[in-house]
């Protein structure tokens, strides 16, 4: 016994000694990734090195795969475990799947991180099959933010677990190891065998036995059914062979071994059909791979991933009518099916696309914002070359401008009657003291709690926090005057700057006055702001009238400010 003791308490000591090593080199990083080596992790890491600053992404990887390679580069460390680790000074940790129960014991213990830091990447089977116990529950529920593959798994989480109001969700697509030119490659290469060739599922699950009892009608039909039985529910995997040899004899195929990305986008590449019929969300790589390749693809259509996958424009087939369908029916699909769902899956392979995705992830422009607000509070909003004793001058010298510019366009029976205005992004509502006087009723928007709290409470004043995608609680055609100064160049995002705009639209009465000012400084782009011309502006706005009515200067950068009905 005594023995034992010392040699843990061995072990405990040469354990922090090297968590202390790393956790010298952890303060170095701004992002942090926990995985282990499956499939996706060489090609996750190798993807995020070619793509991202490697003196701002550390990997923590623990080998748990020896069939799989090891991640690579020099921001990656193998680890054993990480519960002497620390990642108080980081600003993200990204935890890639759920199924290690050290990450669980790791953030019960570590709750500030949890809520603050953690970032779960959702990979499936650590949701749909998750313990349900009070720590794997409180953790689940807990994350500052959830990735996922396909929408629909948001609505399981939240289904399942009480979320927190403040969590962050991010549509963001795991890296699948095959590439682009794998896929190329497998297409040249190609020898169709003289059959039609019938793929059940991506892994070994006992759903694969119900579907070779519904294709057994088809057994006499020049086919060749054939599975993977490497991984996943391997206790199901003699069953699975005995009967499929016993319906289907020798047009029944099985790979028991581990194939290379290379050798997989081969074996998918022949297939007419492949059939997906697990009942969770899960083979998103291999729909796609089977959709690039013109396969007829066949999911549950209570699964999320079909519905996802009609949403991204492919068209696929619901497997559980397949009992119902006759042979022809069952492998039939028109061409142009096939090119357009080929085109439309195309993307999903290349860097381009799982870039732009995660760097919403990595790059949260809002999450700065917050950041920014909670750091500097009032002095957040304006250019940060400003002291703060300039403030409140600041104020009066853009007040000045922006007021001539609205009694020059404002009907007089607008002036505090019955006009309702708008200030969208109003931050601590440095411009509502102005706005209440010309308005009767104003609404000031701003996605940030901090600001909101803030601003200077008046009566004719709401305040209302913005919604998801950039929604207004407002109703169509309510609002005389839009007013946004200085906000939509932080929103750095094409697609939500497009629907920011296309809100403000929506709320505006048909006659309202659009008074837009922006930074439009020849400059170059910054992370978290981008910069565009009184042109550009004007004609992301129409068919609103836009003009360049004047511009001032702010520390030397050119504001403009635009008007128009």
């Not at 193998?78 to 940790?93: A, D, G, P």
């Not at 068209?315 to 061409?335: C, L, P, R």
């Not at 001032?552 to 128009?564: K, L, P, Q, R």
Request: charge should be positive; charged fraction near 30%.
């Amino acid at each position: 016994m005594k023995v034992k003791f010392i040699q843990r308490l061995i072990t405990k000591y040469k354990e922090k000694r090297k968590a202390k090593g790393i956790n010298k080199i952890i303060k170095r990083y701004r992002f942090i990734h926990i995985m282990f080596n499956d499939k996706f992790g060489k090609p996750f890491v190798d993807f995020l090195n070619r793509n991202f600053d490697t003196k701002e992404h550390l990997v923590l990887c623990k080998r748990t795969c020896d069939e799989f390679p090891f991640p690579q580069g020099e921001n990656v460390i193998e680890i054993k475990m990480f519960r002497y680790l620390s990642f108080k000074r980081v600003e993200k940790v990204f935890f890639h799947s759920l199924f290690d129960h050290e990450s669980i014991k790791y953030l019960y213990k570590h709750k500030d991180i949890l809520q603050e830091k953690a970032y779960w990447q959702i990979w499936g089977g650590d949701l749909y099959n998750a313990p349900r116990d009070e720590k794997n529950d409180f953790v689940r529920e807990n994350f500052r933010g959830y990735i996922t593959d396909v929408d629909g798994d948001r609505a399981v989480l939240e289904k399942r677990y009480a979320t927190r109001k403040n969590k962050k969700f991010y549509h963001a697509t795991y890296t699948f190891p095959v590439t682009l030119d794998m896929i190329d490659k497998a297409k040249n290469s190609l020898k169709k065998r003289n059959a039609t060739i019938i793929q059940i599922n991506n892994s070994c699950d006992d759903s694969t036995l119900e579907m070779l009892d519904i294709l057994s009608k088809f057994k006499d039909e020049n086919i060749i059914i054939k599975t993977i039985l490497s991984y996943g529910k391997l206790e199901f995997k003699e069953q699975i062979i005995d009967k499929g040899n016993a319906i289907f004899g020798d047009k029944f195929e099985f790979i028991e071994t581990i194939l290379s990305p290379q050798e997989y986008a081969k074996y998918v590449s022949e297939n007419d059909v492949l059939v997906l019929n697990q009942n969770r969300q899960q083979g998103l790589g291999n729909s796609f791979l089977a959709l690039a390749f013109g396969a007829k693809l066949y999911i549950r259509s209570e699964i999320s991933t079909y519905d996802y996958l009609i949403s991204n424009g492919n068209k696929v087939f619901d497997s559980t009518q397949i009992a119902q369908m006759g042979f022809a029916e069952f492998i039939a699909i028109d061409k142009e099916t096939r090119q357009s769902n080929i085109q439309n899956s195309l993307k999903f392979f290349s860097d381009e696309y799982a870039k732009n995705l995660f760097e919403k992830v990595f790059y949260d422009s809002l999450e700065y914002w917050q950041n920014r607000a909670k750091k500097h509070g009032k002095h957040s909003v304006y250019n940060m070359a400003h002291p703060r004793n300039e403030l409140e001058s600041v104020d009066k010298y853009q007040e000045q401008i922006y007021s001539n510019v609205l009694k020059k366009h404002l009907d007089d029976n607008g002036g505090g009657q019955k006009l309702v205005a708008l200030d969208f992004g109003c931050g601590p509502g440095r411009f509502e003291p102005m706005l209440s006087k010309i308005a009767h009723k104003v609404y000031a928007t701003d996605p940030i709690s901090t600001l909101i709290e803030l601003a200077p409470k008046i009566d004719n004043v709401e305040y209302l926090l913005l919604g998801e995608n950039e929604k207004i609680a407002l109703p169509s055609d309510s609002v005389d005057l839009v007013f946004v100064s200085l906000a939509l160049g932080g929103i750095v995002d094409k697609s939500q700057l497009k629907m920011a705009i296309d809100e403000l639209k929506r709320v505006a009465k048909p006659n309202a006055l659009f008074f837009i000012v922006e930074n439009t400084a020849k400059q170059d782009n910054q992370r978290y702001w981008h910069y565009k011309s009184a042109e550009d502006y004007i004609n992301l706005f129409k068919p609103i009238g836009l003009k360049l009515e004047t511009t001032y200067e702010d520390i030397n950068e050119e504001i403009s400010i635009m008007v128009g009905r």
